[in-house]
């Protein structure tokens, strides 16, 4: 097993440019989720999935769109990056939220000029 | 927002000494607590995952209890040693209802602990 997968590990983007961050799992896990990791703030939760098709909004979602078309990847977007999504940015999944354990990826660290 | 508190937020011991430190969170609609240990450069690791009250997990010389009715939970280490040292994150989790929406781990900021030889 991969476990967590995540690319790419660093990107640097340009203020209003887009790109897709992408995670995927090969444990088979329906619960996937987006955090982002600010000096100061832990892990903030961006996004959710509990399944194939469905989506929720965390604590910080605004500039980001997901979906889950399948259950092995849940992409993030940025829709237009801004200075303010400087950031590094874990994905997780479980086999379900709250009483398993979120296995993590390894990160992407994204800087935006 | 959710408010999920560790203390203290960071701590330096000598090798061999024993701590703990605290998290703390809603007291109210509680459906599990994780703690996760995170090393410089890698990605946190699930240490216990904690859903009853007076619940006690331990693995190795790590062990963590938790009291739902007053809203903490405690992580221990005895005989700390350097590898011990990585920031340690307890998040929160509160009732799950079907609908969906409360399918949320909210994070502390972590205790960084430092263990010197």
Not at chain 1, 41 to 57: C, E, F, K, N, P
Not at chain 2, 22 to 31: D, G, R
Not at chain 2, 80 to 91: F, G, H, I, M
Request: net charge neutral; with cysteine; charged share 15%.
């Amino acid at each position: 097993n991969a476990g967590v997968t995540q690319t790419p590990k660093f990107q640097v983007l340009k203020t209003g440019q887009s790109m897709t961050l992408q995670c995927a799992q090969d444990m088979n896990h329906e619960y996937m989720s987006w955090y982002r990791q600010d000096p100061g703030m832990g892990l903030r939760l961006i996004h959710y999935s509990v399944g194939a098709g469905i989506t929720d909004q965390g604590e910080v979602p605004n500039g980001y769109n997901v979906s889950r078309s399948t259950t092995e990847d849940f992409p993030l977007r940025l829709l237009s990056a801004a200075p303010s999504q400087t950031s590094v940015y874990f994905c997780a999944s479980s086999v379900l939220i709250g009483v398993n354990e979120q296995f993590f990826g390894p990160g992407t660290r994204l800087t935006v000029l | 927002i959710l408010n999920v508190e560790q203390s203290p937020q960071s701590l330096h011991v000598q090798e061999g000494d024993s701590t703990n430190f605290t998290c703390s969170f809603p007291s109210s609609n509680f459906y599990a607590l994780h703690w996760y240990r995170w090393e410089t450069a890698k990605s946190p690791e699930a240490l216990f995952v904690m859903t009853l009250n007076g619940d006690e997990k331990k693995k190795g010389r790590i062990s963590a209890t938790l009291n739902t009715k007053e809203g903490y939970s405690y992580l221990y280490i005895k005989g700390s040693q350097p590898e011990d040292s990585a920031t340690y994150l307890c998040a929160f989790i509160g009732g799950v209802n079907s609908g969906g929406s409360n399918y949320k781990l909210t994070f502390g900021k972590g205790t960084l602990l430092t263990v010197n030889p």
